[in-house]
């Protein structure tokens, strides 16, 4: 017998709380003409998702170059075997953190997956949120 799922829309507050707890996300940009999606870990700190990269990436040359790159963000956690989570996506606008007075102690925090020196830290502050939560029907 098959176990009724039922799907939850989270607000705004419970989203971005998913997003804090989850180890990475991917970040949906268009680079040269193209849609790209690239992962990254991230943190969240005041409401805005902050990625740390190197400015060889085509995720941070797309930022460099525009006056505010619109992206989405997305993460979730998905168990394979029941089929219950939750995924987010936030749509919003990206740019390069250039004080950095701020970006430095903001870079520390994200803990990245690559053995390269990262020199480009990127906020993406949301302007949609969205996201939901797979659970068992009552």
Not at 60 to 77: H, K, R, W, Y
Not at 105 to 131: E, Y
């Amino acid at each position: 017998m098959k176990t009724q799922r039922n799907l939850v829309e989270l607000d705004r507050a419970q989203a971005l709380g998913l997003l804090e707890r989850a180890p990475f996300g991917r970040v949906a940009f268009i680079s040269e003409g193209f849609p790209t999606i690239r992962p990254y870990n991230h943190v969240v700190v005041d409401g805005e998702i902050i990625v740390h990269t190197r400015q060889s990436t085509a995720f941070a040359q797309a930022v460099i170059e525009s006056a505010g790159l619109e992206v989405a963000f997305q993460a979730d956690e998905i168990e394979p075997h029941h089929r219950l989570g939750w995924s987010v996506v936030v749509s919003g606008i990206a740019s390069e953190m250039t004080d950095r007075r701020r970006a430095e102690p903001l870079a520390r925090q994200v803990r990245t997956w690559i053995d390269h020196p990262m020199n480009t830290v990127i906020v993406i502050k949301p302007q949609v949120v969205s996201g939901f939560r797979l659970t068992v029907a009552n």
